[in-house]
């Protein structure tokens, strides 16, 4: 079955890095795009960046551009989130996701998260 299993996150200090590192399993990674969202308390879940399976192109929401990098590896299955210079405001919850089409439907697979919290 499909699996997610984020790791990376924990406790840095505001201008820090982290990188997050999302490992795939249970389907074809190289076939599918990846995508990093966010949850932070009392939020509702948004879009951070995502990359697809075709060409490896790259989208960001406007509030991590420049700051935040997303690449995979699909030798060990993996996707990336490298975040620089955080910000209090990057404190979150941090979801793996993907999609897979079954017949008519888009079927969406999340892993546990893992949370990164930004604080002096």
């Known amino acids: 079955q499909v699996q997610l299993v984020e790791s990376g996150g924990g406790l840095v200090q505001p201008g820090g890095s982290l990188r997050l590192s999302c490992a795939a399993s249970g389907f074809t990674f190289t076939s599918h795009a990846m995508t990093w969202y966010r949850q932070a308390p009392g939020k509702e879940r948004e879009f951070v960046a995502t990359?697809?399976?075709?060409?490896?192109?790259?989208n960001y929401a406007d509030s991590v551009k420049g700051r935040f990098t997303i690449s995979r590896d699909n030798v060990k299955n993996t996707v990336y989130l490298q975040m620089n210079s955080l910000k209090p405001e990057d404190t979150a919850v941090y979801l793996c996701?993907?999609?897979?089409?079954?017949?008519?439907?888009?079927?969406?697979?999340w892993g546990q998260g893992t949370q990164v919290t930004v604080s002096s």
């Open positions: 996701n993907t999609k897979r089409s079954i017949g008519a439907r888009i079927i969406d697979y």
């Open positions: 990359v697809t399976s075709v060409d490896d192109s790259t």
